[in-house]
């Protein structure tokens, strides 16, 4: 609810608050401004109190954890968090659009295509959490704001769940939600699968802005969860047949067979008005076009390598710290060194691509190109491995993501090619010494 109550004064020497904006049980939200940008934030304020009085402190830390770990352009952005001795302050992205729920209030239900973009953008964002290991469990309407370009934020992280969170049997048993969104599993207290109960909940919201009302409505809230448990719903007369057999196949009661996110994008009605895919393949094209005539780039790569370069490569002497910031907006790399021929370390990548299965290898003599053979969440993964001689028996690899998906790149290293590769890599002195 808006009102025009201030909150005077400075936090923290930094942010000036201002106007609320909205309140809620537990907590209220402010319009802020960042003194040191000028830019608008909403700060949202949580007593301590409050929350420790009904449990609640582990529910506000696993938020703040969770949206520290999902930074996606359709999730809003947690800038910072601060606390003093009776309050927490979270400083969010401003989304001025309101909720989209109050645009479906307004207006009713929406045209498809507009829909269709928004149901685009909340499965890009849900498919994001759910490569992280985080379940939403709270996806509705209310929760999916507007910013002034009319792009979708999924908001309050407050109920999610990581797959740390899992039991034994790979499932969670918290049963939380809206009650109309909630899947039939969910009710049932049986153990559940996170992602799957979130796409029931994305089969709800679908159904909601086609049709403007629920598809499970009942006065009688025994009697809605009957309907829910047994998937009975029937679709208005005026959606499409793509829509109506996508809807279906997401409100599936059965989650063992309903609908994944990978399955969702590759339907007839979520792939309407796709851009062309043809970049992607310029792209590959392009990066296939760069192993030609590679090797006399490499010869002036290697000049360049010096004592600085060499000695970064020890952990003991790790000075990433002083350029985070920088690394941040660099392309994922991983850089190492070794003392054996470059023919080992072709061999070597060769048989981390064979036996993963997933990779086609391009190589040169100072190059090795693994090209993805199946399309992860942003295209196939590109990975290339650049070859530099600074002396005749010294080489220094270097790693870099050239295409996908960060966080399949970042797995892929961990899991398989790093391991791979202990057995040639070189560790310095220092890096084997005991500490005194």
Known sequence: MATDEKCNGVLNGKYELGKLLGHGTFAKVYHARNLHTGKSVAMKVVGKEKVIKVGMMEQIKREISVMKMVKHPN???????????????????????????????KNGRLK??????YFKQLISAIDFCHSRGVFHRDLKPENLLLDEDGNLKVTDFGLSAFSDHLRQDGLLYTSCGTPAYVAPEVIGRKGYDGPKADIWSCGVILYVLLAGFLPFQEDNLVSM????????????????????????KMLDPNPNSRMTISKIMDSGWFKKSVPSRGLRKEEEEEEEEKMVDKKGKETETAESMNAFHIISLSQGFDLSPLFEEKAKMEKPEMRFATTKPASSVISKLEEVAKNSGKFS????????????????????????????????SFLVVEVKKSSGDTFEYNQFCSNELRPALKDIEWTSPIDNSTPA
């Open 112 to 117: 498809e295509d507009i829909a269709r973009n």
């Open 361 to 392: 290898v391009m190589k040169s003599d100072s190059c090795v190109r693994l090209k993805g053979q199946e399309r992860g969440r942003k295209g196939k993964l590109g990975i290339c491995a650049d070859i530099f001689a600074v002396t005749s």
């Open 75 to 105: 999730i809003v952005n947690l800038h910072e968090v601060m606390a003093s001795k009776t309050k927490i302050y979270f400083a969010m992205d401003l989304i001025r659009g309101g909720e989209l729920f109050a645009q479906i209030a």
């Open 225 to 248: 969860y009957r309907k829910i448990y047994k998937g009975e719903f029937k679709c208005p007369p005026w959606f499409s047949s793509d829509a109506k057999r996508l809807i279906a």
